[in-house]
């Protein structure tokens, strides 16, 4: 292959790469679902630039603030404009998704002018997937809550598979993931609808 050739397929490889942002539902340094990200990351491997959202410094949602919005905020809706598409991983609290992703949720399904409703934002039409690693429900309802709400929140989310992981008691022990070949299949197999899917 000519040095031309080369940069061409550097340049048509690079120029198709998708820019996917992991947003990691629990807050915890060695999070279930970090690692089980870490793992999807593995999997996806050079196919798409991979990046994780920070949103640590992301205040309680207040209307008092929002306008104009909080550097945080802005940066939070910047860096979901950017990406091409949102998988989230997230744990089961209660039967549900943890207060600190509703929060960030929330922030973005607010109008970015007040009052202008009808403009898009940041999330209107992202493509989106789940994930979840958590008890024996291994975060099935979660999921069914975060479905529900960001389908108000007009997402185009990939409508399976999802990868639900029900953690095994070795991994409470130890404080460490371990997926049976079953999960590591079905993640596997999320993997690759969702890079079709974003195509």
């Not at 196919?47 to 104009?68: C, K, T």
């Not at 992981?165 to 130890?174: C, D, N, Q």
């Amino acid at each position: 292959m000519s040095n031309f050739a080369k940069q061409l397929s550097f340049i048509t490889n690079t120029a198709v790469k998708k820019n996917i942002l992991f947003i990691i539902g629990s807050l915890r340094k060695l999070s279930f679902n970090r690692s089980l990200a870490k793992i999807a990351e593995k999997i996806i491997d050079k196919r798409a630039n991979i990046s994780y959202l920070d949103y640590h410094d992301v205040p309680l949602i207040n209307q008092d603030i929002e306008f104009p919005a909080p550097t945080a905020v802005t940066q939070l809706r910047d860096t979901i404009s950017r990406a091409d598409a949102v998988w989230i991983f997230c744990p089961e609290y209660n039967y549900s998704y943890p207060g600190h992703v509703k929060n960030i949720l929330d922030w973005l399904s607010r109008p970015l002018v007040a009052g202008d409703y009808a403009s898009p934002m940041p999330m209107t039409g992202k493509k989106v997937t789940l994930s979840g690693a958590g008890g024996a429900g291994a975060t099935q309802k979660c999921r069914a809550k975060l479905t529900e709400l960001l389908k108000t929140m007009n997402v185009n989310l990939m409508p399976g598979p999802q990868t639900g992981v029900a953690l095994s008691s070795e991994s409470w022990k130890k404080n460490e993931l371990k997926l049976t070949e079953e999960q590591q299949q079905e993640l596997e197999k999320q993997v690759e609808t969702f890079l079709d899917f974003i195509a």
